[in-house]
């Protein structure tokens, strides 16, 4: 019977451990006061409710355990909803929604994707929360994984996109 109880115990234990990570994700001031702290760069996800490739990078590589943990350790996440209606204080300034009809963009959407309105989008800052660039369209777990590293690694500082991903070697686990 005892050794029962170690069993279960341990499979407990092992299934904790392997559990689906996903992304922590935090509002813009949440990660701005956290960064005054431990500065990290920060990866700004910018959907819509009604975007179903927004729900689909949710589900599939927001919930990537490797892509996950690596985003959770290396960058403050931030999900903002191009169309809300809650103003945001950022940089000294008060960002807003000033359409009155559905789907209108938040001016912070707008700022991040510099009016590139298209979604999914995902806009990186630096530690300074400087935008570095946004990053629009589904990224699965393959595809997002040299970019997450590019920045976070600070790469962008001495060769292109291009050239770091001909040399990426991926690290996630093959299923």
């Known amino acids: 019977m005892k050794n029962l109880a170690i069993i279960i115990i341990a499979?407990?234990?092992?299934?904790?451990v392997f559990a689906q990570e996903s992304v922590k994700w935090h509002t813009i001031e949440e990660?701005?006061?956290?960064?005054?702290?431990?500065?990290?760069?920060?990866?700004?996800?910018v959907y819509t409710d009604w975007c179903?490739?927004?729900?689909?990078?949710?589900k599939e590589t927001f919930t990537h355990p490797e892509i996950a943990g690596y985003i959770n350790n290396n960058f403050y996440a931030v999900k903002f909803d191009a169309e809300s209606t809650e103003p945001v204080?950022?940089?000294?300034?008060?960002?807003?929604?000033?359409?009155?009809?559905?789907?209108?963009?938040?001016?912070?959407?707008?700022?991040?994707?510099?009016?590139?309105?298209?979604?999914?989008?995902?806009?990186?800052?630096?530690?300074?929360?400087?935008?570095?660039?946004?990053?629009?369209?589904?990224?699965?777990?393959?595809?997002?994984?040299p970019i997450?590293?590019?920045f976070a690694k600070d790469k962008y500082n001495d060769v292109s996109f291009e050239e770091f991903n001909k040399n990426f070697n991926s690290q996630l686990s093959q299923n």
């Open 52 to 58: 179903g490739w927004c729900k689909k990078m949710d």
């Open 89 to 145: 204080t950022f940089g000294g300034q008060t960002f807003v929604n000033e359409g009155s009809g559905s789907r209108s963009s938040h001016q912070f959407a707008i700022a991040l994707l510099q009016g590139k309105m298209s979604y999914p989008s995902i806009a990186y800052m630096n530690e300074n929360l400087q935008l570095l660039t946004a990053v629009p369209g589904y990224q699965t777990p393959e595809r997002i994984e």
């Open 11 to 16: 499979l407990f234990l092992t299934t904790s």
């Open 31 to 45: 990660a701005v006061e956290l960064n005054k702290t431990e500065p990290r760069k920060f990866l700004i996800d």
């Open 148 to 150: 997450l590293h590019f």
